[in-house]
């Protein structure tokens, strides 16, 4: 414990010797990040209480989507695999709507509505992921409007960034 306190004073008192642009009440921060709120280009989620995206600098924050086709308004049949290619679907569109696109997702929050949909929604989540693979947490719990899946996403927007490599 005595040797980090002496490391975390030698760092703090390094970092201040190498800043003789500022007196010591200054404190230097990075600009503030634009924050912008985009609501949905669906006439049924205009008057929702919440943001389709929220762009941060460079990085998206999409609320959850579930399977609902945009055109029809409902909910595909057929179980969890159709179910899921429409959820990936619409994210990939609110995803191109603001400058990314499913290459830029660096983490995906999955709910299932039982976890014995598991390996049929990973067959899927490999289509949509087969190069680039997001940190992903995924959990089972209750869904709104009979959906057996939803996810959200944090990505980055394309502009700007080399392309990802693979460790």
């Known amino acids: 414990m005595k040797l980090l306190n002496i490391l975390s004073l030698t760092l703090v008192l390094l970092i201040s010797s190498c800043n003789t642009n500022t007196t010591s009440k200054e404190i230097i921060t990075p600009e503030k990040p634009d924050l912008i709120f985009h609501s949905s280009k669906l006439e049924r989620k205009k008057n929702a209480p919440f ?3 929220v ?3 460079n990085t998206l924050y999409l609320a959850g989507q579930v ?9 595909p049949e057929g179980g969890i695999g159709p179910e899921a290619k429409q959820t990936l679907e619409n994210i990939k569109a609110v995803l191109e709507a603001h400058g990314s696109d499913l290459e830029h997702v660096v983490k995906c929050t999955v709910i299932l509505s039982t976890t014995d949909d598991f390996a049929d ?4 989540f490999r289509e949509y992921f087969p190069k680039n693979k997001p940190a992903r947490t995924t959990f089972a719990a209750g869904l709104l409007v009979g959906a057996k899946i939803e996810i959200d996403v944090i ?5 700007g960034f080399k392309d990802a490599r693979i460790n």
């Open 121 to 124: 929604f990973n067959k899927i």
């Open 55 to 57: 762009e941060v600098g």
């Open 51 to 53: 943001s389709d995206a």
């Open 67 to 75: 399977g609902i086709n945009p055109e029809t308004g409902k909910l």
């Open 155 to 159: 990505a980055v927007k394309a502009d």
